[in-house]
């Protein structure tokens, strides 16, 4: 059992930038592959960022590459999402995401989800 929580979202303007964090419980954390998802307002949930087990792949939806970078740190059982030049689209709650593999996250095969927290961009 994976439990997930979320922190760094909040308000920000176009342009600027925001770092959230996915802080995991549970020693099998370095097991799995970790990922963002984000849902915004009248649209569904859409993949955004993931990062194998060991670090070494990560996938990115095109609208975010350049500008997003997913990491981790196994030994603070934390995932990371660095987002910067940030658009109002990017308005939306994010959830992190845990599963067997990046291929899975990208097929929304997750096995654990966070709460989310919600980030704003204003134009």
């Known amino acids: 059992q994976v439990q997930l929580v979320e922190s760094g979202g909040g308000l920000v303007q176009a342009g600027g930038s925001l770092r959230l964090s996915c802080a995991a419980s549970?020693?099998?954390?370095?097991?799995?592959?970790m990922g963002w998802f984000r849902h915004a307002p009248g649209k569904g949930r859409e993949f955004v960022a993931a990062?194998?087990?060991?670090?070494?792949?990560?996938a990115y939806v095109d609208s975010v590459k350049g500008r997003f970078t997913v990491s981790r740190d196994d030994a603070k059982y934390t995932t990371y999402l660095q987002m910067n030049t940030l658009k109002p689209e990017d308005t939306a709650v994010y959830y992190c995401?845990?599963?067997?593999?990046?291929?899975?996250?990208?097929?929304?095969?997750?096995?654990?989800w966070g709460q989310g927290t919600q980030v704003t961009v204003s134009s």
């Open positions: 995401a845990a599963s067997v593999s990046v291929r899975s996250l990208s097929d929304y095969k997750v096995d654990y």
């Open positions: 990062i194998s087990w060991m670090g070494r792949h990560t």
């Open positions: 549970g020693s099998t954390f370095s097991r799995y592959a």
